[in-house]
């Protein structure tokens, strides 16, 4: 597995459970993103990713094959990038920008079908816009009204 800096995703383990669930957003970041501790149970093609610095998680996302994914792509290969947060704590430490860096190597190593991975962004949220584009994310020109406005779709082609 590739690591940037100590930084590296793996799969939720039970081992990280506690320091999950003790994660916190500011306010303002709660309304485009939902903490580890919403996830506790998933279903059957949804996968808790873990980002760790020298073995600490210090964000998460989730991996979706669900049917969700039909609502942004046809594309059957395709996983659903949500629920992408950084601990408040470790914000501003460059985790987010490496953690989504390792993602097409993880996503070739651990998805060896997947070929694109899609998110949804909100139009008022700069920051994340940034930061996957950052990562090599494009806009497919396409948009979603969300639960608290517009959105845009995104794709990453894993190569």
Not at 79 to 108: D, P, V
Request: proline share 3%.
């Amino acid at each position: 597995m590739s690591k940037i800096n100590g930084v590296e995703l793996k799969h939720f383990s039970s081992e990280y459970l506690k320091k999950l669930n003790s994660f916190e957003l500011p306010e303002e970041q709660k309304q485009f993103s939902a903490l580890p501790n919403k996830f506790e149970e998933i279903t059957e093609g949804q996968y808790r990713i873990v980002i760790l610095n020298d073995d600490e998680p210090v964000g998460f996302f989730l991996l979706n094959s669900t049917e969700r994914l039909k609502e942004y792509s046809s594309n059957m290969n395709a996983l659903l990038l949500t629920a992408l947060s950084i601990n408040h704590t470790e914000q501003g430490k460059g985790y987010a920008n490496q953690g989504m860096s390792l993602l097409s190597t993880f996503i070739q190593s651990e998805f060896p079908n997947c070929d694109e991975i899609f998110l949804v962004v909100d139009v008022e949220n700069i920051p994340a816009q940034r930061l996957y584009k950052k990562v090599g994310f494009q806009e497919t020109g396409e948009r979603k009204i969300g639960r608290i406005g517009e959105e845009i779709i995104m794709r990453l082609s894993i190569i």
